[in-house]
């Protein structure tokens, strides 16, 4: 056995399948690796207010059981325990049995999940080690990690500014080296936005593809688990191993589950990718456009055919989103109601006071408007204005994709039309942080996959993030030429100064 | 012109069974207002003969067999209420 306690041989800094190679030939111990990062976290952790939940002494024990089982298994860990001995970081919405589960709300400030999410259990059942779990805007609700209960999360590339949202602690966590990679969870951008902001690599599966048993519902026509990682690589991997069909989630789609790292490492020589003209607006920031321009040059560099198309829809996307989205989060937060779990207000004069009270005081701002949106949108005399209308556009937004992937295999956006913004810029105006997801909700709107790397820095050092969008389970494309790109620059290797 | 008024604010707010201050009525109006304003731009759309989406995947009810499996123990499914006798749930009185 290695000796312990070696921080400074920077182990936190590891990929999952860097670390799953040192540690099989046993160059380094999983107690090393789970040191190193509690070592890392004691460090930044003050600053960055990542995590809402740290579970060190269960890891360290599970640490031990792991050296065991890598130890007595004689250099032949089975490839079905990838991640034998790696911790990772969970969302602070994916029910973990016995571990709190708040989703940053006072609601559930106290809520011990007694079941096991389906993530979870496949991480589990590959060896994963839990770290703890990450702060979130409440409920999912935001874009900037500012709606936490439990306060806000910081950018590790600037302090000052917003790691992105809703999934800001899992993004903001494998930037600062915190962890070896994480889950977040995506209902318009929420990997996406905040991988971009931050500096790493997020994927939002096809609606169907993951699971959502044990994840906390937001909107769920829109809600799909993924990982926020390192490289392009790691992201494979937990698509391997979150991925497939799950019997507890009706709308997990039962279509065969490919080896996603296969997709790795083959050229993108004669891949039509469309570029369209509905992302590059006015009000964009200078750099990012820029930046994105040279992205694309890049992938056309690698042998891939760029064209133009046209997502005509594109411009409703939000307005369909912020109908929808807080119609399923209406009634899908109703069951917060003080009885079965969560807090209950002390003082009551009867059940429905009771009711009101507990909801008045568990929710947080945010929550409470889309609440009210959603409620307005489909209570009576407004449905068919608002509900309906927005399910028909919905399905305008859905056939633009389909149509433009009739002609080419990737759509390459920006991720975020600006990069991470100073915390408190948008707090007083909800519209204006709406509007941070101009580009990711439509994919969630039309089911599809994409995948958020990154692509290069302002000149503030701020990480500015590529979207590559796939066809319905087609993660494998996107992954592909997310490789490529990333195997020909080195924006992935940059790291913040904490 | 307001899409939507204090009264009804506190009209949707007892729907949503929330209990909103003076404060968040007022500031629930002006924002909710904003946004409605917003998304009136849908109705630019002509929409007339096109199929509302209310899930992306083509599929249908899926059904399990009826057989009985284990469930949630009654204790851990009770391990979270805020009140609780003798194996159920307390809440307000509700019949007199």
């Not at chain 1, 609700?141 to 936490?148: H, L, P």
């Not at chain 1, 590790?156 to 500014?161: F, H, Q, T, Y």
């Not at chain 1, 096809?206 to 044990?214: A, F």
């Given at each position: 056995m290695k000796k312990t306690g070696s921080s400074d041989k920077g182990l936190h800094t590891l990929t999952i399948h860097h670390a799953s190679e040192l540690l099989k030939s046993r160059e380094i111990s999983s107690r090393e690796l789970i040191e190193s990062i509690f070592s890392r976290i004691d460090k930044t952790e003050k600053k960055?207010?990542?995590?809402?939940?740290?579970?060190s002494d269960e890891a360290m024990k599970a640490s031990e059981e792991a050296d065991r089982i890598l130890h007595d298994s004689r250099f032949t860990v089975h490839d079905s325990r990838l991640l034998l001995g790696i911790p990772l970081a969970i969302k602070d919405n994916i029910c973990i049995d016995g571990i709190r589960t708040a989703c940053s709300s006072w609601i559930l400030e106290n809520f011990i999940p007694p079941y096991e999410s389906t993530v979870t259990k496949c991480l589990k059942d590959a060896g994963y080690i839990l770290l703890g779990k990450t702060n979130m805007d409440e409920f999912a609700?935001?874009?900037?990690?500012?709606?936490?209960a439990f306060g806000p999360t910081k950018n590790?590339?600037?302090?000052?500014?917003i790691p992105g949202g809703s999934s800001g602690g899992s993004a903001a966590a494998v930037a600062s080296d915190e962890c070896i990679a994480a889950l977040g969870s995506d209902t318009g951008g929420s990997i996406r936005q905040p991988a971009a902001c931050c500096g790493v690599v997020g994927l939002k599966p096809?609606?169907?593809?993951?699971?959502?048993?044990?994840l906390v519902a937001f909107a769920s026509s829109l809600d799909q688990i993924g990982p926020i990682t390192k490289d392009v690589e790691d992201s494979a991997i937990l698509m391997n191993i979150i991925g497939g069909h799950d019997p507890m989630d009706s709308t997990s789609a039962d279509i065969k589950l490919p080896d996603f790292r296969k997709a790795l490492g083959k050229d993108i020589k004669g891949l039509r990718i469309g570029i369209p003209e509905e992302y590059f607006i006015e009000g964009m920031d200078p750099e990012v456009e820029k930046t994105i321009r040279q992205a694309i040059k890049v992938i056309e560099g690698l042998g891939a055919e760029t064209k133009k198309i046209s997502l005509p829809h594109t411009g409703y996307a939000i307005a369909t989103y912020y109908i929808l989205a807080t119609s399923e989060a209406s009634s899908n937060l109703a069951r917060y109601d003080g009885v079965k779990y969560g807090f209950r207000t002390e003082?009551?004069?009867d059940l429905l006071d009771m009711y009101m009270k507990t909801r008045s005081q568990g929710f947080g701002n945010e929550v409470k408007r889309r609440i009210m949106l959603g409620t307005y949108a489909l209570s009576s005399g407004y449905y068919e204005a608002y509900y309906r209308k927005a399910q028909q556009v919905r399905t305008l937004i859905k056939k633009d994709f389909e149509d433009a992937f009739k002609g080419i295999d990737v759509i390459v956006t920006p991720t975020s039309p600006t990069p991470a913004f100073r915390i408190g810029e948008k707090v007083e105006d909800p519209l204006q942080m709406y509007l941070s997801d101009i580009f990711t909700i439509s994919i969630n709107l039309a089911g599809v996959p994409a995948i958020s790397i990154p692509c290069g820095f302002t000149s503030n050092n701020l990480p500015i993030g590529l979207q590559l969008i796939g066809k319905h389970f087609d993660e494998e494309t996107i992954l592909r030429v997310a490789y490529a790109y990333e195997q020909s620059t080195e924006w992935h290797k940059r790291k913040p100064k904490i | 012109m307001a899409k939507i008024t204090k009264r009804e604010v506190e009209h949707v707010a007892r729907l949503a069974r929330l209990e909103l201050s003076d404060e968040e009525k007022e500031t629930f109006t002006k924002h909710l207002n904003n946004i409605l304003t917003y998304v009136e731009k849908l109705n630019e759309l002509d929409t007339k003969d096109v199929k509302p989406t209310s899930?992306?995947?083509?599929?249908q009810n899926i059904f399990k067999e009826d057989e009985i499996r284990e469930s949630l123990p009654r204790e851990r499914a009770l391990s979270n209420a805020p009140d609780r006798t003798e194996g159920f749930y307390r809440v307000p009185k509700i019949i007199e």
């Open positions: 960055i207010k990542a995590y809402v939940t740290i579970t609700m935001g874009s900037s990690t500012e709606n936490s590790p590339w600037d302090l000052d500014r096809t609606y169907g593809r993951v699971s959502r048993y044990g003082k009551n004069n | 899930h992306v995947l083509q599929i």
